[in-house]
């Protein structure tokens, strides 16, 4: 398989680093894959510009940093322009339009997709608002099964939680869908 | 047992200068253990550095001879891991105040079961007569030759303040009060303090022009009182002696057992306020 | 948990799991970035199994109190980094000069001072062997990935046995905040060393620093059935102070050469094309991975480039060192400070003026177009 490299960025307290983790063990422990996880710590627990770093390969993985990602994701204009310059030509570019405009200055496939709108429209609670944007990554890079994030997730959220983040999984989909790489 | 059943004779006669006071000390420690009846081998003693440092070498326990100003850490770490031992930890009052001043206000924090003997003789003494936290404003001392500037600690006010639960203060003067406040140290469950005036001739008493040993316990009788006495009221200058502090407070090492428990049987923690919430460790 | 029982977990978590896995029951710890996970996670589970879990008032307490632990009977640890494991340095000297079991973890990040908290370094390499005062000798290991923490925590706490001294685990940020997988192994899959233990009875007399004729010191659980005294001072066997020449010259020589004299048995490191290589990397830690992907790249094309990993770095194994680069045309150090291994290479090898260093000290992770870059220099071949 080629190897995927991933960037999460955003602000403090949107659950990037934590949709990184999820997405890193699902491939660890239930696709049979390799993957790393890193991110970049500030002092801020919470605010702040948040970035991690997956790699997932059927291979190991030595150097465990991204500097060069075939799928970004930015859920900030600052991340965006941090950010987008790294991304690497052809390789996909997700951003939420409440909180990213976009330019075309940048050598991929942008995907501008309304996340908050409808985690707000569906849910009503911002709370996994980064499951939704996993579902999107997971149905737009054919990587990680749908069921193998809810099962990382049944092992880390108490039981009454799992329904929403189930339904935030798929509402992510389906806005991934129309982008689905073939 | 007879005193000297409790002393390793191979090292005497002592190091400490004649007329010394932490012999007295060493004296009146001895016959508390003996009169308590405590086995040799149930008695860890873990000093610092320091002339009173040198009192763990003398006594036929298990004894731990530390590092300046830490011995209660290492003695936190031995009582943590044998409860039942009883833990003497002698130390100078630089020792205790001055570069261990951080683990005794936080030993006596979390009131774990060790009873700090500290023998104060208000000078450095090891390394030549330097002024300590508790030499007082206007004394003299081979760092202070213009007067010491600083102003001193007062040992009880501040075992009490930091939550130790039994506090005491006695003088080489008083040797049957000394012994007495020992045993009731030793006894104590929590975190219990005797802070033990003793002089030091060599030094201190040189410098600050208060005799020869004999002249420095009288003046020790002098300028004490008892706790609470009228005299005090009359004279605040003068320096209390007996018990100050005696109350029960759950004991740490008592404490973390019911820990233990709570974990072994959950085998998960959960949020005091909230009841809720799961421990997911590597998460976040 | 599944049927390998693989996890996916930070550095911090593996090396957790392995002193547990080795028989920690005893931790002290001062919360400190990059290695506080280690204390978090030992709070919860030390309990779980009896062990025993506090968090002291700083890192001098920390140290203290594990060495005073440890002499009661209990495996031991801390874990710190670069401000703290400073601190920690008068009471590393004692438990060297006490011989007490002990292990010492300090995730590195950036320094002096408070320097860079959340940032990767190598730069207390030297501070590991001598930060403490006076001659000695130390061992201190490290590692590159989460299997390796594990197998280097479990033979920290098995040197520290052995050779009742403390031992250093001296990891990075990178690899301390990044999560991979990890096998937990089966427990006795690996070997784990148990305290040595005087076989003197109760009412007989113990002499706690009198050698074996093989050198090992058998401990008595202070506290327990013998009685004993401990100090930081010179001592003789039985553990009082003495300053006498000979007693003096003779307990340091023992602390020096029951380590010195096993550099082989303490040595590990791992070696990775290797022979037939004409040009090596020297590398350790997370700066490994960088070299390691370099080295296959380049492999690929053709290359005739290998690495040497080094997980002891103390004692350095220079007789290794030597050995591998002695055919070698050119040797790069890759690392993250200014040649504190660099040095310890050039000391071994026959010819120092092939030994070249690569590295990076902005706080960054040195990556592998950073090694590229400074290869082409090497070679003559400019930016």
């Not at chain 1, 200055?105 to 942008?110: E, G, S």
């Not at chain 2, 012999?23 to 002339?51: F, P, Y």
């Not at chain 3, 299997?147 to 685990?169: G, H, K, W």
């Amino acid at each position: 398989m080629e190897r995927i490299r991933m960037v999460f960025s955003g602000s403090g307290g949107q659950g990037v680093i934590t949709a990184s983790i999820i997405i890193a063990e699902a491939a660890v422990l239930y696709e049979n894959l390799v993957a790393v996880q890193s991110q970049s710590y500030g002092a801020e627990a919470r605010g702040g510009a948040t970035k991690a770093d997956v790699i997932i390969s059927d291979s190991e993985i030595n150097f465990p940093k991204v500097n060069h990602p075939n799928l970004l994701v930015c859920l900030t204009q600052e991340a965006y322009t941090q950010f987008s310059p790294t991304i690497r030509p052809g390789g996909f570019l997700i951003t939420d339009t409440r909180y990213v405009k976009t330019h075309n200055r940048v050598a991929a496939r942008q995907r501008e997709l309304p996340i908050y709108q409808t985690v707000m429209d569906n849910i009503g609670k911002p709370v996994v608002y980064n499951i939704c944007m996993l579902g999107a990554v997971i149905s737009i890079i054919d990587i990680v099964r749908p069921e193998s994030v809810m099962k990382v997730l049944e092992a880390r959220i108490p039981a009454n939680l799992i329904d929403i983040n189930k339904k935030a999984l798929e509402l992510g989909r389906k806005l991934g869908e129309p982008f689905k790489e073939l | 047992m007879a005193v000297k059943d409790y002393i390793r004779e191979r090292f005497f006669p002592q190091m400490w200068c004649p007329g010394c006071g932490h012999g007295i000390i060493l004296n009146g420690l001895i016959r508390a253990v003996e009169e308590l009846g405590i086995n040799k081998n149930d008695i860890v003693m873990v000093s610092g550095i320091g002339c009173s440092a040198r009192i763990s070498g003398y006594l036929d326990f298990h004894t731990m001879h530390t590092l300046h100003g830490r011995a209660l850490a290492f003695a936190t770490g031995i009582k943590m891991s044998r409860p039942e031992l009883n833990l003497l930890v002698p130390m100078g009052d630089g020792d205790a105040l001055a570069i261990g001043g951080n683990h005794f206000i936080h030993a006596a924090r979390r009131n774990i079961d060790i009873t700090v003997i500290v023998m104060n003789n208000r000078v450095y003494g090891m390394t030549g007569g330097q002024f300590s936290p508790l030499s007082g404003y206007g004394s003299l001392a081979t760092t202070a030759p213009y007067t010491n500037i600083d102003h001193p600690f007062d040992a009880v006010d501040i075992a009490k303040s930091a939550g130790a639960t039994f506090v005491a203060r006695s003088t080489t003067y008083h040797i049957r009060q000394l012994t007495d406040l020992i045993k009731k140290a030793i006894t104590h469950k929590g975190f219990s303090v005797v802070e033990i005036l003793s002089q030091c001739p060599t030094y201190y008493g040189r410098k600050n022009r208060e005799g020869n040993a004999y002249e420095m316990m009288e003046l020790m009788k002098q300028i004490t009182t008892p706790v609470g006495s009228k005299a005090k009221k009359e004279n605040p200058d003068l320096v209390e002696t007996g018990v100050f502090v005696e109350i029960d407070k759950p004991e740490y090492c008592a404490q973390y057992e019911k820990i233990i428990e709570r974990a072994k049987k959950d085998g998960l923690v959960r949020s005091p306020s909230t009841g809720r919430g799961r421990v997911s460790p590597g998460l976040g | 948990m599944n049927e390998k029982n693989i996890k996916f977990v930070q550095g911090n978590e593996a090396c957790a799991e392995a002193a547990l896995y080795a028989g920690l029951n005893f931790f002290a710890g001062y919360p400190i970035t990059p290695s506080t996970e280690i204390a978090e996670l030992l709070s919860v589970r030390l309990p779980q199994t009896g062990g025993k879990f506090i968090q002291m008032e700083d890192e001098i307490a920390s140290i203290c109190a594990i060495i005073g632990a440890s002499l009661t009977g209990n495996k031991v640890m801390t874990a710190t980094s670069g401000p703290g494991f400073s601190l920690m340095q008068e009471a590393l000297g004692y438990a060297v000069m006490a011989e007490i079991p002990c292990v010492i973890v300090n995730v590195q990040r950036g320094g002096p001072s408070t320097g860079n908290p959340t940032h990767v370094s190598q730069g207390d390499v030297n501070q590991a062997r001598w930060g403490t005062h006076g001659e000695h000798s130390i061992i201190a290991l490290t590692a590159s990935n989460h299997q390796d923490i594990f197998s280097t925590t479990v033979d920290a706490f098995n040197m520290a046995e052995t050779y009742r001294t403390p031992v250093i685990l001296l990891f990075d940020e990178t690899i301390a905040h990044m999560r991979e997988s990890l096998a937990v192994p089966e427990k006795g899959a690996l070997d784990i060393v148990d305290r040595l233990k005087t076989s003197v009875k109760k009412g007989v007399d113990f002499h706690p620093y009198l050698p074996r004729e093989d050198g090992r010191l058998p401990m008595s659980d202070f506290g327990g059935i013998h009685r004993y005294n401990v100090t930081g001072l010179f001592h003789d066997m039985w553990g009082f102070p003495s300053s006498d020449p000979k007693i003096v010259h003779g307990l340091l020589r023992h602390l020096v050469d029951k380590i010195e004299n096993n550099v082989y048995n303490i040595a590990r490191y791992k070696e990775y094309f290797i022979d037939d290589a004409r040009t090596v990397f020297i590398s350790y830690g997370s700066s490994a991975r960088s070299a390691l992907h370099v080295v296959k790249n380049r492999r690929a094309r053709g290359e005739r480039i290998g690495l040497l990993e080094l997980q002891t770095l103390w004692p350095f194994p220079a007789a290794v060192v030597r050995k591998i680069c002695a055919e070698v045309q050119c040797v790069i150090v890759v690392e993250m400070n200014m040649g504190q291994v660099l040095q310890q290479v050039k000391m071994a090898v026959d010819d120092p003026g092939k030994v070249f260093l690569a590295n990076r000290i902005d706080g960054m992770l040195i990556t592998p177009t950073d090694i590229r870059n400074i290869m082409r220099v090497i070679q003559g071949k400019g930016v």
